[in-house]
């Protein structure tokens, strides 16, 4: 695909300056090196070919940039304020009751002291029953797994929120 066919949104991306693109990208992931393994890509023909620049770019992620990118990502059932993309992933907690909020603060909290960082799930479309079961299952992973179970998380979120970066229609 050439530039003259590229989405409107994706060529935007491209010609962005340095500065603006890494910006861009880390208010999708925390993570310093996967934002600038994205930069160093550029430019995408395809969204396709950005998604799989950041899944490339996550597999090849540090145990210490993993945990900076984790650490861009708020407890479950309490959304980041003022962050619509975290409020919009987590809105299976919105209505949940306070027995099921109060057990997710102390399955965070367990989760947390275990293995060191915020349970990471790509919360989009689950329920808080579900997010909570997952939290439980999860707690019995040794914490080699469970780095991974979160590696494979953040992928999948860093695509959902690759996604609109590059849809956008130009701004008016």
């Not at 708020?74 to 919009?88: F, L, T």
Request: charge should be negative; proline fraction near 6%.
């Amino acid at each position: 695909m050439t530039s003259s066919t590229t989405p409107g949104g994706l060529a935007r991306f491209n010609a962005l300056e340095e500065r603006a693109a890494l910006a861009a990208l880390h208010e999708l992931c925390a993570s310093q090196t996967w934002a600038r393994s994205l930069l160093a890509r550029r430019p995408y023909a395809t969204a396709d070919e950005l998604l799989a620049a950041s899944d490339d770019a996550m597999a090849g992620l540090s145990d210490a940039d993993l945990a900076q990118a984790m650490a861009g990502h708020p407890p479950i059932g309490r959304p980041k304020p003022g962050d619509p993309a975290s409020s919009c992933e987590q809105r299976g907690m919105a209505d949940a009751s306070d027995e099921l909020r109060a057990q997710m603060l102390e399955l965070n909290l367990e989760y947390q002291e275990r293995f060191g960082h915020v349970f990471l799930i790509c919360a989009t479309g689950l329920t808080g029953e579900q997010m909570r079961d997952a939290v439980k299952r999860r707690l019995g992973n040794t914490p080699e797994q469970e780095r991974e179970i979160a590696r494979t998380e953040l992928g999948r979120i860093n695509r959902i929120r690759l996604a609109p970066l590059v849809e956008q229609d130009a701004p008016a």
